[in-house]
């Protein structure tokens, strides 16, 4: 068995080498984001250098976060640079410790970080994510929905009724650029009412300058329409809602309350699942890392093998891309498209290995 002595020694110097990889990614993210505030303040006369300086700084870590993977590749793969560079790496192979023994405390460290990253880093980067999207809104004036249009669909006691808005002001209860189609108990097409706004009262919405398209009849237009509706407030205003903004302790019951308002609650449900497996992506980072950096320094090719991670790295990321954008369309489950590059990216690296160990 390994020692502890090594084996701490091992733990300490990866989890120095990630953490200053991360804190280099979120310094340069940081400074991307200042310039292009700055750039963005010239047109509002409420925004200061010292307030774009505090916006980007909350705007930075949900950014970093989706960086963190790549953070702990690059970080891996310096730290095995620096342990073959040092010929500690041909020591330790020399008094008979294997690479999976060597591999055992980065990896328990990469997990404990992403472990970490999950439960306190993401929830204070969503809560951080709010609060610059209401000082952006604040000082920039006010935004149509960023996350694209809304999509409701209710069911009360005179029909059913699909609801259908560009934008919204205020807490997402007055909503803007409107058209609802309204069907009758049996499914069938009753009219079209379009509004500029629409406001949600209690048991009703009351769509304002509205224009109801009935079949056969002639366009009529209202100063208001009452139409009735089963959803609360905290239903539709969670309709606006991204996922990149919710904490993790709350992206379930989220989810939950979306599909109870007849939402589709794929992109939060496939967003908490891509958080717990979270500790698996980075584990894979690191057994990727090691593929292309355990050979011995002296023996040349660094620049190759420097090269072959990086390549590695991007593909496993693009096909988590792709395999997200497969489960938000619904072609996947949101489990499997949440775990299955971590899986996918574990089993390729410990099939390298085993390969350049044992042949």
């Given at each position: 068995m390994i020692g502890r002595t090594l084996s701490l020694y091992l733990a300490s110097r990866f989890a120095r080498t990630?953490?200053?990889?991360?804190?280099?990614?979120?310094?340069?993210i940081y400074a991307v984001d200042l310039v292009e505030m700055l750039r963005r303040s010239g047109d509002a006369p409420k925004a200061t250098a010292t307030l774009m300086a505090a916006l980007s700084f909350l705007r930075t870590p949900t950014v970093a976060e989706q960086a963190l993977p790549f953070a702990v590749l690059f970080g891996s793969m310096i730290a095995f640079l620096?342990?073959?560079?040092?010929l500690e790496l041909v020591v330790a192979r020399a008094a008979g410790v294997s690479v999976w023994q060597i591999l055992?405390?980065?990896i328990a460290v990469i997990v404990l970080i992403g472990v970490v990253s999950v439960v306190a880093y993401n929830p204070a980067s969503a809560w951080m994510?709010?609060?610059?999207?209401?000082i952006e809104?604040?000082?920039?004036?006010?935004?149509?929905?960023?996350?694209g249009d809304l999509w409701l669909r209710q069911k009360s006691v005179d029909g059913q009724a699909i609801v259908h808005a560009r934008g919204k002001e205020e807490d997402g209860t007055r909503l803007k650029d409107i058209e609802v189609f309204n069907f009758d108990d049996r499914g069938n097409f009753v009219e079209r009412v379009d509004a500029a706004s629409a406001d949600l009262h209690d048991g009703y919405w009351a769509l304002h300058d509205a224009k109801v398209v009935t079949p056969g009849f002639e366009t009529l237009p209202v100063s208001t329409y009452l139409l009735a509706s089963s959803l609360n407030r905290s239903e539709v205003a969670q309709a606006f809602v991204a996922p990149e903004t919710v904490s993790f302790w709350s992206l379930p019951g989220l989810a939950n309350q979306t599909a109870k308002a007849g939402l589709d609650p794929t992109a939060y449900q496939l967003k908490f699942q891509e958080l717990l497996a979270r500790p698996v992506l980075l584990a894979a980072m690191v057994l990727v890392a090691a593929c292309f950096s355990l050979r011995f320094f002296r023996m040349g090719g660094v620049e190759i093998m420097v090269s072959g991670g990086v390549a590695a790295g991007f593909v496993l990321y693009v096909?988590?891309?792709?395999?997200?954008d497969l489960g938000e369309a619904g072609f996947m489950s949101a489990v499997a498209a949440g775990w299955s590059p971590g899986l996918v990216g574990c089993l390729f690296g410990v099939y390298v290995l085993l390969h350049q160990e044992d042949g």
């Open positions: 990630v953490l200053a990889a991360f804190g280099f990614v979120f310094a340069l620096n342990l073959s560079r040092k055992a405390p980065p994510k709010q609060r610059s999207d209401q809104n604040s000082v920039f004036g006010g935004r149509s929905n960023p996350w096909a988590t891309k792709v395999i997200n």
